[in-house]
Structures are given as structure tokens and as C-alpha cells.
């Protein structure tokens, strides 16, 4: 886990804030070594809304689904971005290198 507090993203509208606050919180919890993962219990994230908080909700979700599935050919295309975002992250990137194994081993471990 970060040594970090917070971690605060401010941009306007339509920036991508939705995608980003997804894409940090599948790498916090993706660089989860604990069994049974449980870093997600820990990752606190804020929106202005409680609409915007269930699109993230609903994103992380759907994007944990689909990266633990056998065949990445049927990832939609926001799934996609985040997989490679993941792939080049620098918190998942530390210690090991990242391919889909990895990716999919760690998303199934996080929904179960």
C-alpha cells in the first residue's frame, strides 16, 4: 500500500477524473498481495455526488469483471484503456511486470 494519505485529483469537467479515481483504485487494489485481498476495505475515494459515486462504483465493478475473464478479445473498450493504463502503472509495475495473467489472477481475487 501507498505511505501517501491522499491523493487529490482536481479538473474540470469531462476531464477524465471518473477514469483516473478507477484506474488508481484498481491499482491499489490489484497490488494487494494479501490473502484474501482486503486493501479495497481501505481505499477511500470522494465525488461531489452520489451519481458520480455510483458511476465509479459501477466502472471499478464492471471493470473488475471483465479483466478477471479468460478472454481479454471481449474487454468493452474502457476496460481496454484501463488494462493498459494498469499494465504501465508504476505502483503495479514495481515489483514484478505486469501481463494479463497477472491482471486477471489479481481482479478474480479481488471479486471473490
Given at each position: 500500500?501507498?505511505?501517501?494519505?491522499?491523493?487529490?485529483?482536481?479538473?474540470?469537467?469531462?476531464?477524465?477524473?471518473?477514469?483516473?479515481?478507477?484506474?488508481?483504485?484498481?491499482a491499489l487494489a490489484l497490488n494487494?498481495?494479501?490473502?484474501?485481498?482486503?486493501?479495497?476495505?481501505?481505499?477511500?475515494?470522494?465525488?461531489?455526488?452520489?451519481?458520480?459515486?455510483?458511476?465509479?462504483?459501477?466502472?471499478?465493478?464492471?471493470?473488475?469483471?471483465?479483466?478477471?475473464?479468460?478472454?481479454?478479445?471481449?474487454?468493452?473498450?474502457?476496460?481496454?484503456?484501463l488494462l493498459e493504463a494498469l499494465?504501465?502503472?508504476?505502483?503495479?509495475?514495481?515489483?514484478?511486470?505486469?501481463?494479463?495473467?497477472?491482471?486477471?489472477?489479481?481482479?478474480?481475487?479481488?471479486?471473490?
Open positions: 500500500m501507498q505511505n501517501k494519505n491522499f491523493t487529490i485529483y482536481k479538473s474540470s469537467a469531462g476531464s477524465g477524473k471518473t477514469f483516473t479515481l478507477v484506474k488508481e483504485y484498481l494487494d498481495t494479501s490473502e484474501p485481498p482486503s486493501a479495497y476495505r481501505r481505499i477511500l475515494a470522494v465525488t461531489f455526488t452520489n451519481k458520480a459515486a455510483a458511476e465509479m462504483k459501477d466502472r471499478i465493478i464492471k471493470a473488475l469483471k471483465e479483466l478477471s475473464m479468460d478472454d481479454y478479445t471481449e474487454l468493452s473498450n474502457n476496460s481496454k484503456k499494465k504501465q502503472h508504476k505502483k503495479l509495475n514495481a515489483f514484478q511486470q505486469l501481463d494479463d495473467i497477472f491482471i486477471r489472477k489479481r481482479a478474480n481475487n479481488v471479486l471473490t
